[in-house]
C-alpha cells in the first residue's frame, strides 16, 4: 500500500541551525512527491515538489529512489521557517490524490 | 487570481444531523478533491471529482459523499454526523500535471 512517514512529530532546532526533515515513502509505481507547508492560521501550500528541482525559501529536497526517501533540508533555519511540514506523494499519475504522511512540526528557537 | 474558497469557515453541529461544505476552486481547475484533517489521524483523503465525475475515493463510509457541478464547484455532505466527525475539512483544486492549491477549510465541530 501508498504510505508516506515523517518520524518525527516535532523537530526544535536554534536559528542558523541545519535543519533535515525526514519523509518516507513506499510506493510499487513511479512517485511524484511533495513538500507542503502550514504556517500558523495560513492555508496548506506547496513548498517544493520533486520534479520542478527547485529551491524554494532556501530549502531542497531530492528524491532518493533507493532509499524511498524525499527528506526536506534547509542549511539554516530562520524562526519565519516555524510551521508544520507536510510530506505527500500523488498516487495514481492524472489524479489529485494525495496521500500525505503525518507531519512534523518544525520550531526555530531565537 | 482568486484562490480556492469554502463556505461556510465553522460549522456546529449536532449529532444525527447532516451537513454539505462547499468549495469553489480556481478558475479553470477541473479536478477538486476534499481532505478530512485531524490530530489522530492527519490529513487522509475523502474523495476526488473530476468534470462532474468522482475519480477516486478513501477509505470513508458512505455517510461521506460529494458531487461536483458543471462550474466545476464542488459540495461534500456528511449525513448522520457522528462525534468522531469532528475535523477540518479541505478542499484542493488542481490542474492536471500542476501543483494542488488548498482552501482555507471548513471547520465542522460536531456536539
Known amino acids: 500500500a501508498q504510505r508516506v512517514t515523517q518520524p518525527e512529530k516535532l523537530l526544535s532546532v536554534f536559528k542558523g541551525a541545519p535543519v533535515e526533515l525526514k519523509c518516507n515513502y513506499s510506493?510499487?509505481?513511479?512517485?511524484?512527491l511533495f513538500w507542503y507547508v502550514q504556517y500558523s492560521r495560513q492555508r496548506l501550500q506547496l513548498l517544493l515538489r520533486?520534479?520542478s528541482r527547485e529551491s524554494i525559501k532556501g530549502f531542497t529536497a531530492d528524491l532518493n529512489k533507493g532509499e524511498t526517501s524525499f527528506h526536506l533540508k534547509k542549511p539554516f533555519a530562520q524562526e519565519e521557517d516555524s510551521a508544520m511540514y507536510y510530506c505527500a506523494l500523488i498516487y495514481g499519475g492524472a489524479t489529485n490524490k494525495l496521500i500525505f504522511g503525518t507531519g512534523t512540526l518544525l520550531a526555530v528557537q531565537p | 487570481k482568486a484562490g480556492v474558497t469554502q463556505t461556510p469557515r465553522y460549522l456546529i453541529k449536532t449529532r444525527g444531523q447532516q451537513v454539505t461544505l462547499s468549495c469553489s476552486p480556481i478558475?479553470?481547475?477541473?479536478?477538486v478533491s476534499w481532505y478530512q484533517q485531524t490530530p489522530g489521524q492527519g490529513l487522509q483523503f475523502l474523495f476526488e471529482y473530476f468534470s462532474e465525475t468522482q475519480r477516486n475515493k478513501g477509505n470513508f463510509p458512505g455517510r461521506f459523499s460529494g458531487r461536483q457541478f458543471s462550474n466545476s464547484r464542488s459540495e461534500m455532505n456528511v449525513s448522520t454526523l457522528e462525534l468522531g466527525d469532528s475535523a477540518l475539512y479541505l478542499c484542493?483544486?488542481?490542474?492536471?500535471?500542476?501543483?494542488?492549491?488548498f482552501g482555507q477549510g471548513t471547520r465542522l465541530t460536531v456536539v
Open positions: 484542493a483544486s488542481r490542474r492536471d500535471g500542476a501543483e494542488a492549491f
Open positions: 520533486h520534479i
Open positions: 478558475s479553470g481547475h477541473r479536478s
Open positions: 510506493y510499487s509505481g513511479s512517485p511524484e
